[in-house]
């Protein structure tokens, strides 16, 4: 099972531990590190050239998606209900 989060970029979802709102997500100074910490260890993958609109975070990366968290959840469950076909 995959999620496409934009452009060229498609991951499993299994890897996927948390979405977030990008804009709820940088209110909090300890998320705005984390992110921070990210960017120096080259971990963070800004997806597209529009305004990001999530935060996906996986065990390995951390993405900004141009898609909307209510879409990329859709995505995922599709992508689950696909494979139980």
């Given at each position: 099972m995959f999620i496409h989060l934009g452009e060229d970029?498609?991951?499993r979802t299994a890897e996927v531990i948390a979405i977030f709102d990008y804009d709820?997500?940088?209110?909090e100074q300890e998320n705005q590190l984390f992110i921070e910490n990210n960017k120096l260890s080259k971990r963070v993958v800004d997806v597209g050239e529009a305004s990001p609109k999530s935060v996906i975070i996986t065990d390995?990366?951390?993405y900004f998606s141009p898609f909307s968290p209510s879409t990329l959840r859709r995505r995922s469950d599709q992508s689950i209900t696909e494979q139980s076909k």
């Open positions: 970029t498609i991951i709820l997500f940088n209110q390995e990366y951390v």
